[in-house]
């Protein structure tokens, strides 16, 4: 499947205000990438693919992970987190990418985790700080954004985290691990 044919199905699976936001995401990623040496494709790639899951219906989602052996614990958190796990593994099933890096890019890019790498962190910044993301702090994640991809990423997981706690919700654990990780 080529890149354009990759894009049409994508934006198929969301509204157009999604679509906006993956416009945004995409060339944030690459943004991003050229910035940090990364590669810009790959970066795209998983920027493209990673909401493709977002509207899909609760069973739906729940009906992979549990099917596709996908870590169960996940049902245990808010579903906002779903589509991650369940787009990574769209990706290499319905989209066909075999590249690991970008799966785990696609995958990791709501909840973060420990150790993440270079092309993980880019597209996780990337989901925060599109240019159609308005949020109290998302300028300075922006602004930090310009000089250190760790730092930035560290406020972006902080301010998740700050809202989570304010709306009572639980943290998923890998979260409150990737944001202890960046300050190691």
């Given at each position: 499947m080529n890149r354009e044919q990759m894009i049409e199905k994508v934006r198929a699976e969301m509204p157009e205000r999604r679509w906006l936001h993956t416009q945004g995401v995409m060339e944030?990623?690459?943004?991003?990438?050229?910035r940090f040496g990364e590669d810009a494709v790959r970066a795209e790639l998983a920027a493209i693919l990673h909401d493709v899951s977002k509207y899909w219906n609760v069973d739906r989602m729940q009906k992979v992970i549990r099917d596709q052996a996908l870590p169960a614990e996940l049902l245990l958190y808010d579903k906002e987190l779903w589509h991650a796990p369940v787009g990574a593994w769209v990706a290499e099933h319905e989209f066909?990418?075999?590249?690991?890096?970008v799966l785990?890019?696609?995958r990791y890019h709501t909840s973060g985790?420990?150790?993440?790498?270079?092309l993980e962190k880019i597209v996780c910044l990337a989901?925060?700080?599109?240019?159609?993301?308005?949020?109290?702090?998302?300028d300075k994640i922006r602004e930090l954004s310009e000089h250190s991809l760790d730092l930035a990423l560290l406020a972006g997981f902080n301010s998740t985290i700050s809202f989570l706690l304010e709306k009572g919700k639980r943290i998923f654990p890998l979260t409150i691990e990737a944001r202890?990780?960046?300050?190691e």
């Open positions: 944030t990623a690459v943004i991003l990438a050229n066909g990418v075999a590249d690991t890096e785990d890019a696609i985790r420990r150790g993440m790498s270079k989901d925060y700080m599109e240019p159609g993301r308005e949020f109290p702090g998302v202890n990780s960046l300050l």
